[in-house]
């Protein structure tokens, strides 16, 4: 079976994480699909296959190499999708020799996707590209990563002379809302190293994310009847809207690139009485993330000060942090994916990532664990789409990756 074929039935599972759930996993629907991905890895031979209290999928490829001693590689993905954008009744479809033109997803609602939005399409002319009807997204972030591994796995064990040493495989819930790595079991899962499949174009080779934070924001208001509101009304709904304008305009997300950190306003509701902001906050240095923190405290404190203690609540919580101090040591985590990419044919890509993976955590929880590439494109939106010629590349990375630290 090819990397694509699993991911088209993957993307029948609904796999949304909801980040107002306080339980792991928070959607029963992860569990769902947890176990039907257990119940696939032991029909490829993988004994040990199961799925822990919270539905974190673990699974080992033995050695094949006789007295085999040495350094444990793992696979993890994440089952979850986002549910900013339509993620149920997914339709895929295959677009088979692209053509390098606009792309008619959805007839009767007349939604194209063109490389005059999207120009990185040219570059995949006369390959084949999956793709949904423009409703809804595909969910290769990060299906195509599980795809990609488990079609690894099934070609290990078709080709039993490919030598291999352990390999360990995981797959987490809740990554998209940032809990991925909350209770992944380190000891147990048992690689000395691993990757994270969870990136976009095949020959991305990823060490360095942001430092991620994010602020809750609970803005308490006086509601009264607006004919008799002066000098008596506070509205929350606009003490809010003034902290947004408070934060610097030109480190919003639609302003930012490269290096450039940012404060996003991912959620707001409420009314006059009680109004509810979620904010991300991100910067590849730590030093002006910590910056970052100090500006929205500040915007806080000046609030209370103007309209009263205790009318605008902040909660700062840090979700993760550049994962490139804890690879540097582990140097040849990326020596060998450079060069095993540049084997197939492909350019190393290595640049900031403008967001985190599970491996970002799970690297300060002493398991380094850069990312690659899916073939997925894209992503959290109706846009998505993957292309199957660069899942078969991934598969075949994977596959070389394992062969190599068979022999270290």
Same mark, same amino acid.
């Given at each position: 079976?090819r990397a694509?074929?699993?991911?088209?039935?993957?993307?029948?599972?609904?796999?949304?994480?909801d980040?107002?759930?306080?339980?792991c996993?928070s959607?029963?629907?992860q569990t769902?699909?947890?176990?039907?991905l257990?119940?696939e890895m032991?029909?490829?031979g993988i004994?040990?296959?199961a799925?822990d209290?919270?539905?974190?999928?673990?699974?080992?490829?033995?050695a094949?190499?006789?007295?085999?001693?040495?350094?444990?590689?793992?696979?993890i993905?994440?089952?979850?999708?986002v549910?900013v954008?339509p993620?149920?009744?997914i339709?895929?479809r295959i677009v088979?020799?692209?053509?390098?033109?606009?792309?008619?997803l959805?007839?009767?609602?007349n939604i194209?996707?063109?490389?005059?939005?999207?120009?990185?399409l040219?570059h995949? +002319?006369g390959q084949?590209l999956m =793709? #949904?009807?423009?409703?809804?997204?595909? /969910? @290769?972030d990060d299906?195509?990563g &599980?795809a990609?591994?488990l079609?690894?796995?099934?070609?290990?064990?078709?080709?039993?002379e490919?030598?291999?040493?352990t390999?360990?495989?995981?797959?987490?819930?809740?990554e998209e809302?940032?809990?991925?790595a909350?209770?992944?079991?380190?000891?147990?899962?048992?690689?000395?190293?691993?990757y994270?499949?969870?990136?976009?174009a095949?020959g991305?080779v990823?060490?360095e994310t942001?430092?991620? +934070?994010?602020?809750?924001?609970v =803005? #308490?208001?006086?509601?009264?009847?607006? /004919? @008799?509101?002066k000098?008596?009304? &506070?509205?929350a709904?606009?003490?809010?809207?003034?902290?947004?304008?408070?934060l610097p305009q030109?480190m919003?997300?639609?302003?930012?690139?490269?290096?450039?950190?940012?404060?996003?306003?991912?959620?707001i509701q409420g009314s006059?009485e009680?109004t509810?902001?979620?904010y991300?906050l991100?910067?590849?240095?730590?030093?002006?993330?910590?910056?970052?923190k100090r500006?929205?405290t500040?915007?806080? +404190?000046y609030?209370?000060a103007?309209?009263?203690e205790g009318?605008v609540?902040?909660t700062l919580r840090d979700?993760y942090?550049?994962?490139?101090?804890?690879?540097?040591?582990?140097?040849?985590?990326?020596?060998?994916?450079?060069?095993?990419v540049?084997?197939?044919g492909?350019?190393?890509?290595s640049?900031p990532?403008?967001g985190g993976t599970d491996g970002?955590?799970?690297?300060?929880m002493g398991?380094?664990?850069p990312?690659?590439?899916?073939?997925?494109?894209?992503?959290h939106?109706?846009f998505?789409y993957a292309?199957?010629q660069?899942m078969?590349?991934t598969?075949?990375?994977?596959?070389?990756?394992a062969e190599?630290?068979a022999?270290l």
């Open positions: 079976m694509y074929e699993r991911l088209m039935k993957y993307t029948q599972y609904p796999t949304a994480s980040e107002a759930s306080p339980v996993p959607t029963p629907e769902d699909f947890a176990r039907a257990v119940e032991k029909e490829l004994a040990d296959a799925m209290e919270n539905s974190y999928v673990y699974g080992t490829i033995p094949n190499i006789p007295g085999w001693k040495g350094r444990v590689i793992g696979f993905a994440h089952m979850d999708v549910r954008v993620w149920t009744d339709r895929p088979h020799d692209y053509d390098g033109g606009d792309i008619l959805n007839a009767e609602k194209v996707m063109s490389p005059s939005d999207y120009p990185e040219k995949y +002319a084949d =793709v #949904t009807d423009g409703t809804t997204l595909l /969910g @290769a299906k195509a &599980i990609d591994i079609t690894m796995a099934e070609y290990l064990r078709d080709h039993p490919v030598k291999h040493g390999i360990k495989i995981g797959f987490t819930p809740d809302i940032g809990r991925g909350d209770l992944f079991n380190v000891p147990f899962f048992g690689a000395d190293y691993a994270t499949v969870d990136g976009g095949f991305e990823e060490y942001f430092n991620a +934070a994010s602020a809750g924001i =803005v #308490t208001g006086k509601s009264i009847h607006p /004919g @008799a509101a000098n008596k009304m &506070i509205n709904a606009r003490i809010a809207i003034e902290l947004d304008r408070m030109q919003r997300p639609e302003h930012t690139e490269g290096r450039e950190g940012f404060f996003h306003l991912t959620d006059e009680q509810r902001m979620h991300i991100r910067d590849h240095d730590s030093d002006k993330l910590e910056e970052k500006i929205i500040a915007a806080v +404190a609030l209370n103007k309209y009263g009318t609540q902040l979700s942090r550049n994962m490139v101090e804890q690879i540097r040591p582990h140097w040849h985590l990326i020596e060998i994916a450079h060069e095993e540049k084997a197939l492909g350019s190393p890509i640049v990532v403008r970002s955590r799970l690297s300060f398991l380094p664990c990312n690659l590439g899916t073939g997925g494109h894209n992503c939106g109706r998505e292309v199957l660069e078969d590349l598969v075949q990375l994977l596959t070389r990756i190599r630290y022999a």
